[in-house]
């Protein structure tokens, strides 16, 4: 009988830490706004980030927190016009589950350059003009309307890029698809995927483009048009294991 009332009692506690882990006992919003900012630099622990463009002049840094154990925490400083954003480590597990969340949100000007960074967490970009160098090393990267020089990786996870103006892109997905969709023809896209598929799509250009792909073990499809070997327009697209694969003009 003792031993029947030990399981029972080890099972509710179990469930209750399930419980704790699916709904955190601690929620908290922060909103803080930082003016004459020259240059964005985020480097988190654990932490979903989305940067987007704003209206104004100023960057907003928002953020969601939920937790059970441990606080989280988000900080941010102002050094010589460069804020700085980033997030105390995500600790805090209960029978091996994490209970801490940490989701930023930044409004910034559309020019603002950017760099980024996440150890562990989706980074989420959109409509933004100036130069971002983004990387996660466990997450996606998802980019929508950006027209300004494009550096992207991620370590572990997809890359996925939509309504892409810039004329030089690089990228890199050591484990993932890398997907790149334009909707004006880029000057230079430079790129691989270690494990994963490579995808690009191109519009129509007058001139063409010149394209370099590389499989090692997995297909190459270029289209039959549109590609011009003496173009100024370069594509450059490597993939160790999975396929590359390059259109060009609608579908």
């Given at each position: 009988?003792?031993?029947?009332?030990?399981?029972?009692?080890?099972?509710?506690?179990?469930?209750?830490?399930?419980?704790?882990?699916?709904?955190?006992?601690?929620?908290?919003?922060?909103?803080?706004?930082?003016?004459?900012?020259?240059?964005?630099?985020?480097?988190?622990?654990?932490a979903d980030v989305r940067v987007r463009r704003g209206t104004g002049s100023a960057v907003t840094?928002?953020?969601?927190?939920?937790?059970?154990?441990?606080?989280?925490?988000?900080?941010?400083?102002?050094?010589?016009?460069?804020?700085?954003?980033?997030?105390?480590?995500?600790?805090?597990?209960?029978?091996?589950?994490?209970?801490?969340?940490?989701?930023?949100?930044?409004?910034?000007?559309?020019?603002?350059?950017?760099?980024?960074?996440?150890?562990?967490?989706?980074?989420?970009?959109?409509?933004?003009?100036?130069?971002?160098?983004?990387?996660?090393?466990?997450?996606?990267?998802?980019?929508?309307?950006?027209?300004?020089?494009?550096?992207?990786?991620?370590?572990?996870?997809?890359?996925?890029?939509?309504?892409?103006s810039s004329k030089t892109v690089r990228f890199n997905a050591n484990s993932g698809d890398a997907?790149?969709?334009?909707?004006?023809?880029?000057?230079?896209?430079?790129?691989?995927?270690?494990?994963?598929?490579?995808?690009?799509?191109?519009?129509?250009?007058?001139?063409?483009?010149?394209?370099?792909?590389?499989?090692?073990?997995?297909?190459?499809?270029?289209?039959?048009?549109?590609?011009?070997?003496?173009?100024?327009?370069?594509?450059?697209?490597?993939?160790?294991?999975?396929?590359?694969?390059?259109?060009?003009?609608?579908?």
């Amino acid at each position: 009988m003792a031993f029947v009332v030990l399981l029972l009692a080890i099972g509710l506690a179990v469930t209750f830490g399930l419980r704790q882990a699916m709904h955190p006992a601690h929620r908290a919003d922060h909103s803080n706004t930082y003016h004459e900012v020259t240059r964005l630099s985020v480097d988190t622990d654990s932490a979903d980030v989305r940067v987007r463009r704003g209206t104004g002049s100023a960057v907003t840094v928002a953020s969601h927190l939920e937790w059970s154990s441990d606080t989280p925490k988000v900080t941010a400083a102002m050094h010589a016009g460069t804020l700085s954003v980033g997030t105390s480590p995500c600790r805090g597990t209960q029978f091996g589950i994490q209970i801490c969340r940490i989701r930023i949100t930044l409004t910034v000007p559309a020019a603002l350059p950017a760099t980024l960074r996440t150890d562990s967490g989706d980074l989420n970009i959109s409509d933004l003009s100036g130069s971002v160098d983004a990387k996660a090393d466990s997450g996606n990267v998802k980019v929508v309307g950006l027209s300004g020089p494009l550096t992207v990786r991620a370590d572990s996870g997809d890359i996925e890029a939509d309504e892409l103006s810039s004329k030089t892109v690089r990228f890199n997905a050591n484990s993932g698809d890398a997907t790149l969709r334009f909707v004006t023809a880029p000057s230079r896209v430079v790129g691989a995927a270690d494990s994963g598929n490579v995808t690009i799509e191109l519009p129509n250009t007058s001139g063409g483009y010149d394209l370099a792909l590389h499989a090692d073990s997995g297909g190459v499809h270029a289209p039959a048009e549109g590609v011009h070997r003496e173009s100024s327009r370069k594509i450059r697209a490597d993939a160790d294991s999975g396929d590359v694969t390059v259109r060009v003009g609608n579908p």
